[in-house]
């Protein structure tokens, strides 16, 4: 636990003068750029999910199904 501990603070420092010195700066817009993709993507996708179920559909794939029990 005390490495971990040791490693955390290690690692939050040399992080801190990275971004202080404007190192970072690539990491953080290629970061920005994938989650804006992402989240776009899934918008797409929530979008062309919401116009592909139709209620007709919806009822035609209910009807099928069994609402009785089966007796034997």
């Known amino acids: ?16 003068k ?25 918008e797409d996708r929530k979008h062309e999910g919401a116009s592909t179920a139709t209620p007709a559909a919806v009822a035609a794939t209910t009807a099928n199904t069994p609402t009785a029990p089966l007796v034997s």
């Open 1 to 16: 636990m005390i490495r971990t501990l040791i490693f955390g603070a290690i690692a939050g420092y040399v992080g801190k």
């Open 18 to 42: 990275l971004y202080d010195e404007g190192k970072l700066t690539e990491f953080r817009d290629d970061l920005v750029a994938r989650y804006n993709q992402a989240r776009s993507d899934l």
